[in-house]
């Protein structure tokens, strides 16, 4: 599936919700289902610099496309990074690094953030991206 179909679906999803606060347990329940990144990677180096929690990120390539896996110790962040990473993983590089990211918008994430947790959804998306850029550059 592409981005961009990924995307639709995910902005279809949340239009099924009335308020923010349904949005919210929507979120929780998509944090309880994201892949678990490897105890081993729950370290320092694998931590996202920028977020008010703590957010890990592990990645990989596997047959060209990028694997990530990741953790939050809070559970708004851990669905936030659930989606980004339905989104992005299984993704090649080029296709992760040219995503438009107005879906962000389009679900009104950002705007229903605190300004500490917004700084962190973008902190979480850059770093998914460096990645990215990463394994590209390694070719």
């Not at 339905?86 to 918008?105: C, G, K, L, M």
């Amino acid at each position: 599936m592409t981005i961009t179909a990924i995307q639709e679906e995910i902005i279809d999803e949340f239009a099924l919700f009335d308020d923010w606060m349904q949005r919210y347990e929507y979120m929780i329940e998509l944090g309880k289902s994201l892949p678990l990144i490897n105890e081993q990677y729950k370290t320092d180096e694998y931590i996202i610099k920028g977020c008010q929690s703590k957010v890990w990120v592990h990645a990989e390539m596997q047959e060209g496309k990028v694997v990530f896996t990741a953790d939050s110790d809070a559970i708004i962040t851990k669905g936030i990074i659930a989606i980004l990473i339905r989104v992005y993983s299984n993704q090649t590089p080029a296709a992760i690094i040219e995503a438009n990211t107005a879906f962000i918008d389009e679900i009104g994430l950002k705007e229903h953030l605190s300004p500490t947790r917004a700084n962190g959804l973008l902190s979480m998306l850059k770093q998914l991206k460096m990645y990215a850029l990463a394994f590209q550059a390694k070719g």
